[in-house]
């Protein structure tokens, strides 16, 4: 079942590298502010129309007219206090109404949406190295606690300044890399008769990074989605690399999410009273 539910994924994600490249193309030459921005807008008008189509929009419209009124309710009789009380009970009720209502449209976005976030998360969470300036580390995770014989081979652009260094408590190996010049490169580790590879970026402004090559760990390959697994029988758990965060005086590392979503509820609202559905 788990391995189904793997490749399943997998596929699943090389649809939604394809798409997410095809999407990014359009506004990878654009600053980071105005591309996240843009999507950020996009998405929330596609949010806003999924959410009218499979919501049972009569039922919100009367929970939200119950508000309303439960609100002047409150203002008016503000001197009654059981008819206060009451409302607000009645306020309470309408809330949780909303949420259950609201269950069926989130479940049908909820994963579409892990898939898209994870497309931006490789754009927009971290930058690629500079070459010739910085370095990287590599952490490779094992599944056993014994040290298996792994050898990390680099292409002539890329120099190892340490490494491996093994802490068989954690089953982790470390080694320490510096790409010479601006590219995409592969790391090779060759275990036994296998060659397992990672690929580290380095350049100037927008990259497609994966800072994780996953094993068998769904929720890792649905987070990162633009390499394929690792295959089951390796000893290799996963592949890491310690990209840096993009900071910017806009849109920090931890707050580009934050952004998708302020920028698409706007969106979404400004969006309503042009979008006009009928359900």
């Keep these: 079942m788990m391995d189904a539910l793997i490749a399943f994924f997998t596929g699943v994600n090389s649809v939604s590298n394809y798409f997410g490249a095809c999407a990014f193309s359009l506004v990878q030459h654009l600053p980071g502010w105005a591309s996240l921005s843009i999507l950020s807008a996009v998405l929330g008008v596609v949010i806003y129309i999924v959410f009218s189509l499979t919501a049972n929009v009569r039922v919100f419209s009367k929970i939200l007219d119950d508000i309303k009124a439960n609100i002047l309710a409150i ?11 009451r409302s607000e009970f009645r306020l309470v009720a309408c809330s949780g109404k909303l949420l259950w209502y609201s269950g069926v449209p989130v479940l049908i ?30 952490l490779l995770r094992v599944k056993t606690t014994e040290s298996p014989i792994l050898e990390l081979q680099c292409s002539p652009e890329v120099e190892i300044l340490a490494g491996p260094v093994r802490i ?13 010049v601006a590219g995409i490169f592969n790391l090779s580790f060759q275990e036994n008769n296998h060659v397992h590879e990672k690929t580290v970026c380095a350049g100037n402004g927008f990259m497609r990074l994966s800072p994780k090559r996953p094993g068998q760990n769904l929720r890792d390959i649905l987070s990162y ?3 394929k697994p690792l295959p089951k ?3 290799i758990q996963s592949i890491a690399i310690t990209y840096p965060a993009r900071d910017s005086k806009i849109f920090g590392t931890n707050w580009w999410l934050l952004t998708f979503c302020v920028v698409s509820m706007i969106c979404a609202l400004f969006a309503k009273p042009f979008i006009k559905l009928q359900t």
Excluded: C
């Excluded at 001197?79 to 206060?84: E, F, G, K, R, S």
């Excluded at 909820?110 to 930058?127: E, G, K």
């Excluded at 190996?173 to 010479?180: C, L, M, S």
């Design 75 to 85: 203002f008016l009789f503000k001197d009654n206090v059981l008819a206060t009380i």
């Design 109 to 138: 976005m909820s994963f579409p949406l892990i898939l898209i976030l994870a497309q931006m998360a490789m754009w927009y969470q971290n930058r690629p190295l500079l070459p010739g300036v910085e370095s990287a580390l590599v």
């Design 168 to 180: 068989p408590s954690r089953r982790e190996i470390y080694w320490n890399i510096r790409p010479r």
């Design 225 to 227: 989605p633009l390499e």
């Design 233 to 235: 029988e390796s000893v």
